[in-house]
């Protein structure tokens, strides 16, 4: 079992920046892909993927509507994962949600994962 929980979230201006932290807790983490997803206000249908990471670091993907502007790490020996979001727009409004599975393809392609924080609220103001 792994009980994931994000934090990092809140309010800010257009082009600014925020970081998002991931805790996870309960077996080692390497063990695990880590990925980060958002759902939009309103939108219930389906939480998009934002980046994923793999279990030692070593490879990362991004979503074409963040690539060079969002970066994802993870800190394994603190069981830490972190989105550095910069140059913020409003359309990257939403829940962020971490996730973790032992299976890269489940999250880079989002179907299967095994598991999922609550999410923490970010939100750009114009």
């Known amino acids: 079992q792994v009980q994931l929980v994000e934090s990092g979230g809140g309010l800010v201006q257009a082009g600014g920046s925020l970081r998002l932290s991931c805790a996870a807790s309960?077996?080692?983490?390497?063990?695990?892909?880590m990925g980060w997803f958002r759902q939009a206000p309103g939108n219930e249908r389906e939480r998009e993927f934002v980046?994923?990471?793999?279990?030692?670091?070593?490879?990362?993907n991004f979503a074409d509507s963040v690539k060079g502007r969002f970066v994802i790490s993870r800190d394994n020996a603190k069981k830490l994962v972190y989105l550095q979001m910069n140059s913020l727009v409003p359309e990257d409004t939403a829940v962020y949600y971490c996730?973790?599975?032992?299976?890269?393809?489940?999250?880079?392609?989002?179907?299967?994962?095994?598991?999922w924080g609550k999410g923490t609220l970010v939100t750009v103001s114009s």
């Open positions: 309960g077996r080692t983490l390497s063990t695990y892909a």
């Open positions: 996730a973790a599975d032992t299976h890269w393809d489940h999250i880079v392609n989002n179907y299967g994962i095994d598991y």
């Open positions: 980046a994923a990471i793999s279990g030692l670091g070593s490879r990362t």
